[in-house]
């Protein structure tokens, strides 16, 4: 039985759709995420899985309940982490912990071995009121918070967002101690390099499913040579590589662009080069690279765009 199903999930805000037929399966004990930008539809998906919101047509079940004759159910096997900080500002990080393990009618105590690792980060922090917090410590007390009553489901949403680089590494591992304990792991985040840290993926776009696969099978699936391209200015760069009779796509990916091309050729490089410095950029470097998910995102978007 899947740990979470949902089959063909529709939910629109008026006319706007916010989820059109998204059908997928999280197995237990997956680490997965859901990958997209902001409005992809990721927190849409995810109220409609916690039971704050009802779908527009389609069916959900998480452990095995529905979500909709099943809520009371549902929310004492789900832990829940909203992507906005929503725990109270004004009580200390002890006092939130002790609020929701009341909530749920544990203690802290009762369920210490699950959040011990987490909890003694905040410990030398245990009587600062929780609005006083760093990012990284916001969101480390949430995630305590939403794991105090033992959830067997644990949704995430874009828990790393507006946090440091370092703190985003240290909850990605906290993700993998708590996977290994056989934590179900539902986690969204509009970074591609996190998407790689999950088992499985579903990148998301405009309320749709594009593909779900593993990050390997994503990035061995992009069907294209590509190449790394730079120069002095990546604006007339761009434009240039845009105008180059073999090109597939390209897109400005950190300080070089990503140029893909309709056909392979053993001098692709070379000829690419020569091309460039015709039009006057230098020093220029072209460099064939192995695509990444954001690369086959990017790649599946322009497979939805209408033809010209």
């Not at 609020?99 to 909890?119: G, H, K, P, Q, S």
């Not at 067997?152 to 101690?177: C, I, K, N």
């Amino acid at each position: 039985m899947p740990a979470v199903e949902l089959i063909n999930i529709s939910k629109s805000y008026g006319a706007t759709p916010a989820a059109r037929e998204v059908s997928l399966t999280v197995e237990a004990g997956e680490l997965f995420g859901l990958i997209g930008p902001d409005g992809a539809g990721k927190t849409t998906l995810f109220r409609i899985l916690t039971t704050l919101l009802l779908a527009d047509a389609g069916t959900a079940t998480v452990a095995g309940h529905d979500v909709v004759r099943d809520f009371r159910a549902i929310r004492n096997v789900v832990g829940y982490m909203p992507g906005k900080f929503s725990l109270y500002q004004d009580l200390t990080v002890q006092e939130n912990l002790e609020f929701f393990a009341a909530v749920f009618r544990t203690t802290v105590a009762e369920n210490y071995d699950l959040v011990r690792d987490i909890y003694e980060q905040l410990a030398p922090f245990k009587n600062r009121r929780a609005g006083a917090l760093s990012g990284g410590m916001k969101q480390k007390l949430a995630l305590c918070c939403a794991l105090i009553h033992k959830p067997t489901v644990l949704l995430l949403d874009e828990p790393t967002t507006g946090v440091d680089a370092v703190s985003r590494q240290e909850f990605w591992h906290m993700l993998g101690t708590l996977k290994a304990r056989g934590i179900t792991i539902v986690v969204s985040t509009p970074y591609m390099d996190e998407a790689a840290l999950c088992e499985r993926v579903a990148l998301l776009q405009e309320g749709q499913v594009l593909r779900v696969d593993t990050p390997d099978a994503l990035r061995q699936s992009y069907p294209w040579p590509l190449y790394a391209v730079r120069a002095a200015h990546m604006h007339p760069l761009l434009q240039d590589l845009r105008a180059y009779p073999d090109t597939h796509s390209c897109y400005a990916f950190g300080e070089s662009a990503h140029l893909s091309l309709a056909h392979a050729a053993p001098d692709a490089a070379a000829r690419l080069t020569a091309y460039l410095t015709g039009k006057g950029h230098a020093p220029v470097v072209v460099a064939p690279v192995a695509a990444t998910i954001e690369d086959t995102f990017m790649d599946l978007l322009a497979q939805q765009q209408p033809a010209a």
